[in-house]
């Protein structure tokens, strides 16, 4: 085994190493917190969330995720809406399906 190869084998031990580690701390700093707030009684002023495991950080409601797909278009102005939001004008209180991309 090369130098380098026996170097990317230790990186990747102590990369494992470090989020165990990390893990369990997070843990127990968060057992920690639960404590004080039942201590403090402070339930009303701090709330848990499940932040699902894996996912990135800004990955949930309130980010902006980028342009949606239009689906609707207006056949007189050729006008699109993606269905979000305020509906325009053209499709306002009108049955939608006639207007549906295809």
Same mark, same amino acid.
């Given at each position: 085994?090369?130098? *380098?190869?026996? +170097? +990317? ?11 165990? @580690? ?14 004080? @707030?039942?201590? *403090?009684? +402070? ?28 689906? *609707? ?30």
């Amino acid at each position: 085994m090369s130098q *380098y190869q026996a +170097l +990317l084998a230790q990186r990747a031990e102590l990369e494992a190493q470090i989020a165990a @580690v990390r893990e369990e701390e997070v843990a127990n700093a968060l057992e920690q917190i639960r404590q004080l @707030v039942d201590e *403090y009684d +402070l339930h009303e002023e701090v709330q848990f969330t499940r932040a699902s495991r894996g996912a990135p950080r800004g990955s949930g409601a309130g980010v902006a995720r980028g342009p949606v797909a239009a689906k *609707y278009r207006d056949p007189d102005s050729g006008a699109t809406w993606s269905g979000r939001g305020k509906p325009p004008a053209w499709i306002a209180g009108k049955d939608r399906t006639q207007f549906v991309i295809g």
